[in-house]
């Protein structure tokens, strides 16, 4: 049975109607609550945890539920979808693949898996010159840390073994990735810790505030490891689980560290490659050239494909068939990413992340002042921000506001995923890299009025 919209709206929620936000019913939707349930009981927990929003359909910077809410995508799903929802462009092109009749063609050569190199070629500096297609974040990641691992197998013999990683870091939920990862909660289900994996602090200048490369000897030194037995270092380019970039000097002592130790320089840009920073890598922010790069989310426009982008050396380390794996470009992912990546370069996105980086970081010290004190930490760069929910004064973790800051934004028609990062308190924001000024601002305008009555 039908109920009247209106009764639907809890009193504390007005009907929202703009050009990108539309809520006319309860959140979550009554007539959704049969998905939501089934999907409850059917699956691990662990597939929950988002707002209660059912996704049925997008278009450019929004996404609507079947029941005639419509959102303001400030997620881009979980930074992926950077040309928007539902962009012709890649609808065109995953509808020309599949009607041409290839869905699927392992690792046999295909025009499309060259397009598709070829236009990342297009993206990258020397000396990185190879691209392996992949699936997953955490699989590209994988692959960079067996090349760093058999590189210092063969440099510096069995000893040369250990992969330098940052605390908090996220690299993906794969073992490997897990092991590389600095968020304990996440790898307690391990056991033991692994000697050959070491964690040093990531110089974010808030719960690290000595930023000096000096902090990573000195780790490594506390942690007893000879920096001639490091096989690789391996750093977001920007943290994930907020949005705070390398500082430009230490990522150049990092360099300069690994080339004295061979050690090889992995920069995971699953989240920041591709013009999220407004840049085409968040390396181009630092001066420096890694020796691998893992890609994924904002390459792929939607279709589960990543990248190893690398060095002529490294990435031929392994001969053929020893890397690749059954999805390895897929011809439809190729087609969708390809028509990402070129949408990205014709309509200028890069640009406007860049254009708008301003505008988003100006938004967030705002929202900041209103929430008087409980914002401990603000960080953007490009379309990526991040909002960190402190007690006050402190850089202890205040998740409780950061889920109901979520919550209210979802309610009033701005789209965010559930908090993430230290203890759960950073509210990241992410739309689209399409996003034009006039909607960014409507929804910072959102998030700033709710912060002020938290
Ligand atoms: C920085 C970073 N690396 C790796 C991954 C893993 O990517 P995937 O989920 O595609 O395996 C993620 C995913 O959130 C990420 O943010």
């Known amino acids: 049975m039908m109920t009247r919209e209106s009764e639907l ?7 929202v109607e703009t050009e990108f936000r539309k809520i006319c019913t309860a959140i979550p939707t009554p007539e959704s609550v049969e998905i939501l349930t089934a999907l409850r009981a059917l699956e691990p927990r662990a597939m929950g945890g988002q707002p209660p929003i059912v996704w049925d359909h997008g278009r450019g910077v929004t996404v609507s539920d ?33 009607a041409h009749g290839l869905y699927h063609a392992y690792c046999f050569p295909t025009a499309i898996r060259l397009d598709m190199v070829r236009e990342i070629m297009s993206w990258l500096t020397k000396p990185l010159a190879r691209v392996l297609l992949l699936t997953t974040g955490a699989e590209a990641v994988e692959c960079c840390i067996k090349l760093a691992r058999t590189q210092g197998l063969r440099a510096g013999g069995r000893k040369k073994n250990v992969l330098v990683t940052f605390d ?25 810790s692994d000697a050959r994996f070491v964690q040093v ?20 030194q506390e942690e007893g490891i000879v920096p001639d037995h490091v096989c690789g270092v391996m750093s977001e380019t920007y943290q994930g689980c907020n949005a705070t970039i390398l500082p430009t000097a230490y990522a ?35 001066g420096v050239v890694p020796d691998l790069v893992a890609c994924g989310k904002g390459m792929s426009g939607g279709m589960p494909i990543s990248a190893v982008l690398g060095t002529d050396a490294l990435m031929n380390l392994y001969g053929p068939g020893e890397m690749t794996s059954t999805h390895s470009a897929n011809p439809i992912c190729c087609a969708a990413a390809l028509a990402n990546l070129r949408t990205i370069r014709e309509e200028h996105l890069v640009e406007n992340a860049a254009k708008l980086a301003p505008v988003l970081r100006k938004g967030l010290e705002q929202i900041r002042l209103v ?36 919550k209210r934004a979802v309610q009033q028609g701005v789209m965010l995923f559930a908090p993430v990062g230290v203890g759960g308190c950073a509210v990241k924001i992410n739309p689209p890299l399409l996003i034009c000024e006039e909607a960014l601002r409507e929804g910072l305008d959102v998030l700033e009025a709710i912060a002020g009555s938290l």
């Open 252 to 286: 150049q002592a990092l360099r300069a560290w690994c080339d004295e130790h061979q050690a090889v320089m992995i920069l995971d840009e699953v989240q920041a490659g591709f013009g999220r920073t407004g840049k085409a890598f968040g390396f181009s922010h630092l």
């Open 66 to 98: 079947p029941y005639g809410n419509r959102w303001l995508d400030f997620s881009s799903g979980v930074l992926v979808t950077s040309v928007g929802h539902g962009h012709p462009a890649i609808i065109e092109a995953i509808e020309r693949m599949a």
């Open 9 to 15: 709206i809890p009193a504390d929620v007005d009907p």
């Open 168 to 192: 908090d870091a996220f690299h993906g939920r794969t073992m490997g990735a897990q092991l590389a990862g600095g968020i304990e909660s996440l790898k307690s289900w391990m056991g033991d």
């Open 371 to 406: 929430a008087r004190n409980k914002i401990g930490r603000v960080d953007s760069i490009g379309l990526v921000g991040a909002l960190q929910f402190t007690e006050p004064g402190t850089t202890e973790p205040a998740p409780t506001v950061a889920r109901e800051m979520v």
């Open 201 to 220: 602090p990531f110089p974010d200048g808030f719960r690290q505030t000595d930023t000096s490369f000096d902090v990573f000897e000195r780790a490594l």
